[in-house]
């Protein structure tokens, strides 16, 4: 969906507010990707050519030692593992949860399913700081089990199993699917999960893609709560070694730069992986 259809472009203020438009996405393009180019090329600089003065653009030379330095100083491979295993343990509770939770208080209405909205967004206002003590007591001794999930997968993936934010962009693309497509459902004797599963599901596929690649950044990019909830390095993830070896007195400019360039990786992958879903999921939920 773009900003100006043809017929617009054609017109004398149409052209004009396009060629603004071309002119500061020229202008601000190379200044969004400088930042990821300046990163790759002082992933293949030596520490001291990196703080030289005055820099350079692109390494004198070579040096691909620095990246093989890096992975062999620190487990970046079991660090984007424990990444990838919370990003999709996360999303594949999360996202079915929040997504029936939201179909139910679209379609279904239950019975104080407004009182029941105004409390999932309300859940919204509160600090993600604030809980996290109550939230590592509660996962040091869980209660009635009486089990210790620190050190566990779980004790990341648990507490994020629905978000409020995620019912609240469901519940809003699933108010624009039509009722009639419940009704026929209904009369071909679908119960409310089949309605679910053959009718809603196919039909919102653009914020289901939204939705999934918003949970993966949340958690790929979460620091503080890995942090706390792992206390055992061998589940930190990418983000909290990048913290860790930055703040050490072992890591170089070299081996920082090489790190951040490995997590952007699996983020661009998925980016271009779903950019069809993402951009469409976009344009349609602003229309509803």
């Excluded at 054609?10 to 438009?21: F, N, V």
């Excluded at 909205?117 to 996962?139: H, N």
């Excluded at 210790?148 to 699933?174: D, E, T, V």
Aim: aromatic fraction near 14%; include cysteine; charge should be positive.
């Amino acid at each position: 969906m773009s900003v100006l259809n043809e017929a617009e472009i054609k017109k004398t203020k149409g052209r004009a507010l396009h060629g603004g438009i071309i002119a500061l996405l020229l202008i601000g393009i190379p200044f969004q990707l400088f930042p990821f180019f300046w990163m790759v090329s002082n992933s293949f600089k030596t520490s001291l050519e990196i703080i030289q003065i005055p820099p350079t653009l692109l390494p004198e030379t070579w040096n691909f030692s620095g990246v093989v330095d890096t992975f062999a100083k620190y487990p970046l491979w079991e660090n984007l593992w424990n990444t990838i295993v919370l990003c999709g343990g996360v999303i594949l509770t999360q996202i079915p949860i929040s997504a029936m939770a939201a179909f139910s208080l679209s379609k279904l209405k239950p019975k104080f399913s407004k009182t029941l909205l105004l409390f999932f967004l309300g859940t919204l206002m509160i600090s993600s700081q604030a809980l996290m003590f109550p939230t590592y007591i509660m996962l040091s001794d869980l209660p009635i089990i009486h089990v210790n999930l620190l050190n566990n997968y779980l004790a990341y993936i648990l507490p994020s199993a629905s978000w409020g934010y995620m019912i609240f962009l469901f519940k809003g693309f699933f108010d624009g699917l039509p009722n009639e497509l419940m009704e026929a459902g209904k009369i071909d004797g679908a119960g409310a999960f089949r309605m679910f599963a053959q009718i809603i599901v196919p039909l919102s596929k653009p914020v289901f893609a939204v939705n999934i690649l918003q949970t993966f950044m949340a958690v790929y990019n979460d620091f503080i709560m890995p942090l706390f909830v792992f206390p055992s390095d061998k589940l930190w993830t990418i983000m909290v070694r990048i913290y860790t070896a930055q703040n050490g007195s072992f890591a170089t400019w070299n081996n920082i730069m090489v790190m951040l360039t490995v997590a952007t990786i699996p983020i661009l992958l998925l980016y271009f992986a779903v950019q069809k879903q993402l951009v469409q999921g976009i344009s349609m939920t602003g229309l509803k």
